[in-house]
């Protein structure tokens, strides 16, 4: 094997896609995937790579930080793509310190193993942390987040990201470590976990439950298709500068309201249903505190740069992203077995 990278949080949503298009796009790197399975985590999503020969899956939680030496010490990785996080901001509002332990605690635990076992010796080694737009904080009606936007987190989330965005500088800035950072958008696309807003209304109108849409519905979101991310990841974990992050987004905001309508219409059609019989479903509800109310890239600099384009439009994306759910329902009924119905339950009614 040329090389080994290892990539955490590669059972989730973002990682599985970018285990996929390192495992078959880079057949002489050796690809581990380390992951606690939390109720995020779902190998079934790798179920067409998992017997590659330069696929290895390590169960492991980066919060225990002598675990996470010994792991570096045994595969020794060239390349490190950290997305292992907990993600979903509602969540963080009601648990905010396992976003700390895991966002934060866990980030700097990756990097201390990696700056332990490089040892200095940082030619062809990279570590590229995976972050959010959110960091930046809310827009107002106009404007677009840049490289240069000042931080200004608002949900437990978006600060436990923006701490480790600051940890991962801090020690390429103290250490030399040779890291680069991502920021991208809100993504969507196959194996998105249902407690997020598309993958959310689409198992609920498959149920024909009710839509709900935070406040008002006017908050606003650049949507991105998860493999155009995946892809982005690729370029800048080559090509990237070190100690440089680089946003990526789709150019494609859309208010939360008018995202739902194009759900639900293009939903109907692909049922059979009459027009307008999702619609109804749509039902206003609390909203949620702190709630920012635009987000939006400006990717100038990854596509200048580096070339970095989507590959298909939102209405592709999200056609391809419906027949995925629909030709899938079985994943969808596992996943949302369990767990996830006290979540619903508590967050919602
Ligand atoms: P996800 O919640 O679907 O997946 C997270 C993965 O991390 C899961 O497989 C989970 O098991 C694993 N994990 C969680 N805690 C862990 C721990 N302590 N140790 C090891 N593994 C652990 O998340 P996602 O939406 O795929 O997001 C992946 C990354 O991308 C995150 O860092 C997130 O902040 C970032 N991001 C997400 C989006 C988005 O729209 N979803 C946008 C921009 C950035
Ligand atoms: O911007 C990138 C971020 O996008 C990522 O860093 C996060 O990990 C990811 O979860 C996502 O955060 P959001 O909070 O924007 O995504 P979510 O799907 O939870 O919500 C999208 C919008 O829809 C937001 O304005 C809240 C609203 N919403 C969400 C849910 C779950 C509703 O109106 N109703 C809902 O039930």
Not at 61 to 71: F, G, H, S, Y
Not at 99 to 107: K, Q
Not at 168 to 185: E, F, K, M, Q, W
Not at 281 to 306: S, W
Request: some cysteine; glycine content about 8%; proline content about 4%.
């Amino acid at each position: 094997m040329n090389k080994t990278v290892l990539i955490t949080g590669g059972a989730g949503f973002i990682g599985s896609h970018v285990v996929r298009e390192f495992v078959t796009k880079y057949t002489d790197y050796r690809i581990v995937n380390l992951d606690a399975l939390t109720y995020a985590g779902n190998l079934e999503n790798l179920k067409d790579i998992e017997d590659r020969a330069n696929y290895t899956f390590v169960k492991a939680d980066i919060r225990d930080a002598a675990l996470m030496m010994d792991i570096f010490r045994q595969y020794r990785p060239e390349g490190v793509i950290h997305l292992a996080a907990e993600s979903h901001v509602d969540r963080s509002i009601t648990n905010p310190t396992d976003f700390v332990m895991t966002n934060v605690i866990g980030t700097v635990n990756l990097l201390n193993a990696a700056k332990e076992v490089w040892k200095g010796e940082y030619v062809g080694k990279r570590f590229h942390h995976i972050s959010t737009d959110e960091v930046y904080g809310a827009l107002g009606d106009t404007g677009l987040f840049t490289e240069e936007t000042r931080y200004d987190p608002h949900s437990p989330y978006s600060a436990s990201k923006a701490s480790s965005d600051h940890f991962v500088r801090a020690y390429h800035d103290t250490y030399g470590l040779p890291a680069v950072i991502t920021n991208c958008s809100n993504n969507y696309g196959p194996n998105h976990f249902p407690e997020k807003l598309i993958p959310l209304c689409i198992h609920n109108i498959l149920h024909n439950r009710p839509l709900p849409i935070y406040g008002d519905g006017k908050y606003t979101r650049d949507w991105l298709f998860v493999i155009d991310h995946a892809k982005a990841i690729d370029l800048v974990f080559h090509r990237g500068k070190d100690g440089d992050s680089y946003n990526i987004g789709g150019f494609n905001e859309w208010q939360n309201i008018d995202l739902v309508r194009e759900l639900c219409r293009q939903m109907d059609e692909k049922l059979g249903r009459p027009v307008g019989t999702s619609e109804q479903l749509i039902t206003f509800v609390k909203d949620r505190p702190g709630h920012d109310l635009r987000y939006a890239i400006d990717a100038t600099k990854i596509n200048q740069e580096l070339g970095y384009r989507p590959s298909v439009t939102f209405e592709e994306g999200l056609g391809i992203t419906i027949d995925w759910f629909l030709e899938h329902t079985e994943w969808l009924e596992h996943v949302t077995s369990g767990e996830y119905q006290q979540y619903y339950e508590k967050q919602y009614e």
